[in-house]
């Protein structure tokens, strides 16, 4: 009811087209760019001047003249926008906004993890702290992780953190000795397959297509795995009309802009609750983007010396990639 009044309401839409164009405004001021992740809500990712996945946000910021970046996404990934740029201000909405597969990894254990298997590469996921990344060979993301692991001699073991589905799927993909730290999220492995074979059911000319940080039944079930990217390409090159799509709903933005004609129907979650939503996107608002462009803060600040040995594991990425 509220929200329904909230939209409809005339000065409500006036105040929020002011905060569009301050925040416009700002940009230009700043030389700011805006990088928003796929995640974020529509209205951000409206205002932003690149959306992506985590692999085109990172090609995005180690390429961008701008002289401030504004990530309207999460902690880890305005981190790996500011390793790239040591030297412009990066300032990330809400400082709050984290993820649960990165607070998986706390770096002190995951330093022992790798202290116990000496002789394996370490391949990490880029959901993971600047420490973590610090402490990898390499870094990955849900695009690239595949092409990454194949260029590894066979002979060579590997330690893949901290998303224990996409190790998973990629250990079963590659055939390869992978040790995987014990690590998930929130989002994805809260969808329901007895909900997802309902929704089959009453829908069976649908493709379902998934996250690879979804459990492995919804994997087995699926008829398309892959990064956001990956997902939003394959809705728009399919000849199909319909999808259920299992990764957070904030997606279905693009996609159904992308191709108005076309049904899509998010995945449920087990419980009735909003959980295919990512808590820790969702704490970035319009109202937030506006006023850490106005204070320039929150910003992101982190150890030279840390940010120089996260570095080394994230351009291997971008080489390899
Ligand atoms: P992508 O790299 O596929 O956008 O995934 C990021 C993420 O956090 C998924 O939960
Ligand atoms: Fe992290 Fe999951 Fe949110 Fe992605 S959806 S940012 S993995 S908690």
Redesign the pocket.
Known sequence: MIDVLSHTDPKLHALQLDLKEEILHLKKELNAVILAHY?QESEIQDLADFVGDSLDLSRRAASTNADVIVFAG?HFMAETAKILNPLKQVLLPDIEAG????DSCPAAQFKAFRQLHPDHISITYI?CSAEVKALSDIICTSSNAEKIINQIPVERPILFSPDRNLGAYLQKKTNRDMLLWNGS????ETFSERKIIGLQIEHPEAKLIAHP?CEEPILRRADFVGSTSALLKYTQSSPEKEFIVAT?VGILHQMQKACPNKIFIPAPPDENCACNE?P??KRNTVEKLYSCMKNRQPEIILDALLMKRALTPIHRMLEMS
């Not at 993820?99 to 990165?102: F, G, P, T």
């Not at 999220?185 to 994805?188: A, L, Q, R, S, W």
């Open positions: 995640y999460v993820c649960s597969l990165a959901n999220c929130i989002v994805h940080e957070e990512c820790h996107m």
